[in-house]
C-alpha cells in the first residue's frame, strides 16, 4: 500500500506561515485566501498526523514538531523549483534569470568590472542581484530564493557547492603618521598592539580581519567598530586606529581621496578566498561551471594590475 505524501502547495503554505506567522499576511504571500490557507494546514496536519501549529486569538506559533518539519519543507519546495529550472534551462547556457548574491565587502569593488563583459559575452543572461551579508545569503540559497552566491572564505557552507575563485590579500591601511606605516612592508605580528578598527559582527570581514592578526575574539570594551567600509575608512584617517583592507577594495580606489596609505604584509600575507556557492541540486550547475571560469580569467587579468603607488609614496610627503 502506498503512502499518502504531501503536497507541494501543502508545504508552501507551512513554510510561508512559518516566516510570517500570521495566517493572514502568509495567505498574501501564497495569494490565497485565509481560509484556503488555514484548510491547507489542516490537511497537512491530518495527513502527517501530528499538530504543527498553534494559535490563539492573538498569537501563532510552531509546535516543535513543526520546527522541525518546515526546514524539510522547505527543502523539498527549492529541490521542486530546481527540477522545473532544469527543464527550463535546457537550452542555452548563462541565459534567462540568474538569481547572484553577492556580500557587501566584495559587490561594489568586484562586480563593475565583471558585469560588462559578462552581459557582453551572455546578452540573454537576466542577472538580478542581491548584496547582503553572507549568512544571510545562504539562507536564501537554501530556500531557493537565490541561484548562487559570491562570498569569502573561510566560511561553514555545509553542503553546498563551493568553488574557489581566487585569493584577496590583505593589506594595511592606517595614516601615514602610523610608525607602522613607515616601512614599505609590515609584519602581522606587528599589528597586535595596534589599534585595529573592525566592521561591526556579522561582516565576515571582521573574522578575517581578527584570524590574520591571531585574534580569537574582539574586545567589545577596547574595539571600536563600523558599519561599513566607508565609514571604517573615515575612522581611520580621523587617527582612531589602523585596519586591514582586501586588495580588490585597494584596486578599486577605496582610498581616493584620503591620505591614508597602504601596506603589504612581509610574510604569512593574510588573505580570504572569494568563492560561488550553489545548492548540489541546482538547475544552474553548468551556469555554476561557466560562471565560476568566467570570474576565474577576470581575476588573472586583474592580477596584473598595481595598488596605486601613490598610497605608498604619501608616506614620504
Known amino acids: 500500500m502506498s503512502t499518502a505524501l504531501p503536497s507541494l502547495r501543502q508545504l508552501r503554505y507551512l513554510v510561508a506561515l512559518s516566516q510570517r506567522l500570521n ?7 501564497c495569494f490565497v485566501t485565509q481560509s ?33 518539519v518546515v526546514p524539510r519543507a522547505a527543502g523539498l519546495l527549492a529541490q521542486a523549483r530546481d527540477l522545473v529550472e532544469i527543464a527550463k534551462g535546457a537550452g542555452e ?23 560588462p563583459p559578462l552581459r557582453a559575452g551572455h546578452p540573454k543572461l537576466q542577472l538580478y542581484l542581491r548584496e547582503d551579508l553572507t549568512e544571510r545569503l545562504l539562507e536564501r540559497l537554501n530556500s531557493a530564493e537565490l541561484d548562487m552566491a559570491l562570498i569569502a572564505l573561510p566560511y561553514d557552507t555545509g553542503e553546498l557547492l563551493t568553488r574557489k575563485l581566487f585569493k584577496d590579500e590583505f593589506w594595511f591601511v592606517s595614516r601615514a603618521d602610523d610608525p607602522l606605516a613607515q616601512s614599505k612592508e609590515v609584519a602581522v605580528r606587528d599589528v597586535r598592539g595596534s589599534q585595529l578598527l573592525l566592521l561591526e559582527e556579522g561582516h565576515c570581514l571582521r573574522e578575517h580581519a581578527m584570524s590574520a592578526c591571531g585574534m580569537r575574539s574582539a574586545n567589545s570594551e577596547s574595539m571600536i567598530e563600523a558599519t561599513s567600509l566607508s565609514t571604517l575608512i573615515q575612522m581611520v584617517e580621523g587617527g582612531l586606529g589602523v585596519t586591514l583592507l582586501p586588495e580588490m577594495t585597494l584596486k578599486a580606489g577605496i582610498l581616493n581621496g584620503t591620505s591614508l596609505v597602504a601596506r603589504p604584509f612581509s610574510t604569512q600575507v593574510p588573505a580570504r578566498d572569494i568563492a560561488l556557492i550553489a545548492r548540489p541540486t541546482s538547475a544552474h550547475r553548468r551556469d555554476f561551471d561557466l560562471l565560476a571560469e568566467f570570474v576565474i580569467a577576470r581575476a588573472r587579468e586583474a592580477a596584473a594590475i598595481r595598488v596605486p603607488s601613490r598610497r605608498v609614496r604619501s608616506a614620504a610627503r
Not at 23 to 29: C, K
Not at 105 to 112: D, E, G, H, K, Q
Request: proline share 10%.
Open 36 to 68: 484556503t490557507l488555514s484548510a491547507g494546514i489542516k490537511e497537512l496536519e491530518t495527513l502527517l498526523g501530528v499538530e504543527l501549529v498553534e494559535r490563539d486569538t492573538r498569537t501563532v506559533w510552531l509546535t516543535p514538531i513543526g520546527a522541525e
Open 23 to 29: 495566517f493572514r499576511l502568509a495567505a498574501e504571500d
Open 93 to 115: 547556457p548563462l541565459s534567462g534569470p540568474l538569481r547572484l548574491g553577492v556580500i557587501p565587502t566584495v559587490a561594489p569593488f568586484m562586480l563593475p568590472g565583471l558585469l
